[in-house]
């Protein structure tokens, strides 16, 4: 190391000797001082340089009238009457002159008062900068308050006019933070760019005689920020606070010469010497500054300009290698690798190596690297092979455990039956649904996730994440999946695909835009639905529930139906979806004992009690989606009262109580015939029998309600549903006579006007029409 450092000085003497010939033509006073500011802290040659412990350089100069300064502005008045002698700028007491500032005693606002609150003493505190190249210096002082009971204002003007003041309260002298300006005791802030004017003046907000057993007297000041600490309670109750803050906390100022870079360049008076840079200050009132271009140091002001750094006699200031000689250059310098050597000198670079051994040594690397290298490249390709086939084996596995080999013998021995549907791989989906992005969320259920995907045919599809299954499921999750791709109805949704690669199977629908109908009884006041679209839609659902229940090679039941599993699409066309707790039910077996499960509202109280699912818990299911329809009510209501929370029960009770038309929702009394609503009423009552076996299948239901619609094509039935503009909103009194008008026309035998009356009831078997099923 020590020998290193030894070559390293050697090379370095042998350079400079060779270039630094000429370089002691300017030895002035300051070369002989050591120098912190690289050269700056000069004086004009033949100038004193020091006033006591106060450094001057130029611009600034010693003796008012000497011509050591760059102009009036810059001379300090040295006194000597005082020992040791005082430097005065103006009538500023000069604590410091650096580069950019100039740090002067500090003047300090006090009030002080006696125990009964009157005022004793009182100093105020201002600065005048008039227009001199001085500014106080906005970052590097603050306005400081220090009180109980105080506030104060500083005023500026002269350059800026500006008010700001600092309010510093406490109560107890506990609450009282050393070391902390934030209001309590002591209260700081700042003043605006180009300040050359203050006047701070104190006052009282009470007159504190509650504070005064700690806190007598309040102080104001503008000054550096990082020469003051606050000392607490100590500096209310220390007599001598006002001279040591004044001795020992400047007002920091910024100083510029001359008006501006180009100005005074094109005047030729620009003081900026060689090797410098100008650099115009935004103080609002011109000025620059200069500074020594990148590689040279010393007084910018002081002709002949700055001097180049010879940076190869400090080793610390260059990098060069030790084999290296560091040549200076004007602004930098130069390593270049002694004879023998060969790189590029630099200690942060190659460096200079020795030539003899370099042929060998780099043959040797190199092989060694190139060996080392394939080395690497061969096994990372290992390690991402046998990565790639634990992936696939991984989702081989999940294929398997989702059934997909089960799935695969169902198809081909479907023949065909799943032609259109279609395996999905993990990637496909994932793609679809760009990653499962959270705005693709359709819906989410007790079942699972619904996203929204495109899938490559730029074909719209809802995908179904299924929450994770144990095993015994399996079997049965995929002959669900392989009944509802045959399962053909145009009323229920289509089961595109699945995909079982995944940990959990996921599973494609056709996507069907129009939300659900429970959104659009229930939430939607816009769309809301005419009693031919409630009767279509609920005609369509019995449909393909029959279809579901007999049609499919095995009966398929549903164990879910309610209005927010029935989808519309745009031309409201209906369609079952949500088979998620759907089950087979084999042939030879008309019940099957398992866990009960549905939606609270809708479920069979049959089944809810003895577990034993059949076709005719949709059927009650379905009754009570046809009471949401004729009612707009949910199903379950928590909010009304004890009698009317179920709406099956409340809907069967009103018609025993001869008072349905009360509950039927107004657009629906309005726009459905008597017959329609009755018979309609009626199946309601029927599907929702507490027997089983009492309730009508659903192709029994489906039939009377695709009666009831070729009925209503009338064309006089449809002019009534026209009227569309009357307010919906109220169930009242005023709106059953108005409907009842509707319906003096003898629709049929059963409308004798008992409803304008009250007495008409319909809790009476022989008021069913003739079925008339197409
Ligand atoms: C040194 O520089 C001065 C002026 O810059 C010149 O007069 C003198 O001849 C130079 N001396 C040598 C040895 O180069
Ligand atoms: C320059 O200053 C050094 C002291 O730092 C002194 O030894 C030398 O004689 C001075 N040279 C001139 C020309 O003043
Ligand atoms: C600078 O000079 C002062 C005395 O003037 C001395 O105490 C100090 O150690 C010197 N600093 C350096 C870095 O030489
Ligand atoms: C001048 O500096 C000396 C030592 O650095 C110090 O003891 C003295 O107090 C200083 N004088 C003034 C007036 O700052
Ligand atoms: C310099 O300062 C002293 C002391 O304050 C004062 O008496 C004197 O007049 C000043 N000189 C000039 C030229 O202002
Ligand atoms: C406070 O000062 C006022 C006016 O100077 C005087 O009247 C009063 O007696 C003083 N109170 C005390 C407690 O010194
Ligand atoms: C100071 O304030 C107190 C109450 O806030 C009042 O009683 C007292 O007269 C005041 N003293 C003076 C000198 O105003
Ligand atoms: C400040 O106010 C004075 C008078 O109040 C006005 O003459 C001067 O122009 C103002 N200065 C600025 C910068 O607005
Ligand atoms: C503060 O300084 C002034 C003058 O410099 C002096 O008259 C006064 O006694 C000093 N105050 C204290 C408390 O030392
Ligand atoms: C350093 O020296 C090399 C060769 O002597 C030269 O090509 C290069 O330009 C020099 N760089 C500088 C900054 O002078």
Redesign the pocket.
């Known amino acids: 190391m020590s020998l290193n450092l030894f070559l390293c000085l050697s090379w370095l003497l042998s350079a400079q000797a060779a270039l630094e010939t000429n370089t002691t033509s300017t030895n002035t006073t300051a070369t002989a001082t050591n120098t912190t500011t690289s050269g700056f802290m000069v004086s004009k040659p033949g100038c004193p340089l020091k006033c006591g412990n106060l450094t001057v350089p130029y611009p600034f100069g010693i003796g008012v009238g000497s011509g050591c300064s760059i102009g009036s502005w810059f001379e300090i008045n040295c006194s000597t009457a005082s020992n040791p002698p005082k430097p005065l700028l103006g009538s500023l007491e000069v604590f410091d002159i650096s580069d950019t500032q100039v740090r002067i005693k500090n003047t300090v606002a006090s009030n002080c008062y006696n125990q009964s609150g009157a005022l004793i003493h009182q100093n105020t505190a201002w600065t005048k900068l008039g227009d001199s190249p001085y500014t106080f210096s906005d970052t590097a002082n603050k306005f400081t308050v220090i009180g109980c009971d105080d506030f104060a204002l500083i005023l500026g003007s002269e350059g800026r006019n500006f008010t700001s003041g600092c309010v510093s309260l406490c109560s107890r002298s506990v609450d009282v933070l050393d070391g902390y300006c934030t209001g309590i005791g002591c209260c700081q802030t700042s003043i605006p760019k180009g300040l050359k004017m203050y006047f701070a003046s104190l006052s009282s907000l009470g007159n504190h005689s509650k504070v005064w057993g700690f806190d007598p007297c309040s102080y104001a000041f503008l000054g550096a920020e990082d020469s003051f600490k606050f000392n607490g309670v100590s500096d209310f109750l220390d007599p001598n606070f006002r001279n040591r803050t004044m001795d020992s906390v400047p007002v920091v100022l910024d100083w510029v010469v001359g008006q501006s870079c180009s100005e005074d360049q094109k005047l030729n008076t620009l003081a900026c010497q060689q090797n410098s840079y100008c650099a115009d200050l935004d103080s609002g009132f011109g000025g620059y500054l200069c500074s020594c271009n990148k590689g040279y140091e010393g007084n910018p002001y002081l002709s002949p300009g700055c001097q180049d750094i010879n940076e190869c006699i400090n080793c610390d200031s260059n990098n060069c290698d030790v084999n290296a000689i560091c040549i200076n250059?004007p602004g930098?310098f130069?390593c270049?690798c002694a004879h023998g050597y060969y790189g590029d000198g630099r200690r942060d670079g190659h460096g200079c190596i020795k030539q003899v051994s370099q042929f060998p040594v780099i043959k040797l690397s190199l092989g060694l690297s190139f060996g080392f290298l394939s080395l690497l490249i061969a096994v990372t390709l290992l390690y991402f092979s046998i990565k790639r086939r634990q992936h696939i084996k991984l989702r081989e596995k999940f294929f398997q455990q989702n059934g997909g080999l089960l799935m695969k013998q169902q198809i081909s021995s479907n023949e065909g039956g799943l032609e259109s549907s279609k395996i999905f791989t993990a990637e496909e989906l994932k793609k679809a649904t760009n990653n499962y992005a959270e705005d693709r969320i359709l819906g989410r259920g007790g079942y699972g996730v619904v996203y929204k995907g495109i899938v490559p045919n730029q074909r719209i599809v809802a995908i179904k994440k299924s929450r994770i299954m144990d095993e015994t499921q399996i079997e049965q999750f995929i002959n669900e999946v392989v009944i509802l791709t045959q399962v053909n109805h145009r009323n229920v949704v289509k089961l595109l695909g699945c995909c079982l690669e995944t940990e959990v199977p996921l599973l494609v629908y056709e996507y069907v835009s129009n939300g659900t109908l429970f959104h659009h009884i229930h939430k939607s006041a816009l769309s809301w639905l005419s009693w031919d679209h409630r009767l279509r839609i609920a005609a369509e659902t019995a449909g393909s529930l029959a279809y579901l229940h007999s049609a499919a090679s095995k009966p398929i039941i549903h164990r879910d139906v309610k209005s927010a599993n029935i989808l519309l699409d745009d031309n409201y066309t209906a369609k079952i979806s949500d088979f998620g707790a759907s089950r087979l039910v084999p042939l030879d077996q008309t019940q099957v004992t398992t866990l009960v499960q549905g939606t609270l509202g809708y479920l069979d109280p049959e089944y809810f009690h003895t577990s034993q699912l059949t076709e005719k818990s949709d059927v009650y299911s379905f009754g009570v989606v046809l009471a949401e329809l004729m009612t707009g009510k949910k199903p379950l209501c928590p909010e009304r009262p004890q009698e009317e929370r179920n709406l099956a029960t409340y809907f069967i009770l009103s018609m025993k109580e001869n008072r349905l038309f009360q509950i039927l929702e107004p657009r629906v009394v309005r726009e459905g015939t008597l017959d329609q609503l009755q018979t309609v009423a009626e199946l309601v009552k029927r599907c929702l029998k507490l027997i089983s076996e009492e309730r009508p299948t659903m192709k029994e239901v489906a039939m009377q309600l695709e009666g009831l619609r070729k009925f209503t094509k009338h064309p006089w039935v449809h002019q009534q549903g026209q009227e569309e503009s009357v307010s919906c909103q109220e169930e009242s009194v005023s709106l059953m006579s108005e409907t009842s008008d509707l319906y003096t026309v003898p629709l049929s035998p059963y409308n004798t006007g008992g409803i304008v009356s009250g007495q008409y009831s319909l809790d009476s078997q022989t008021i069913f029409p003739a079925n008339s099923p197409r």
């Open positions: 250059t930098s130069n270049t």
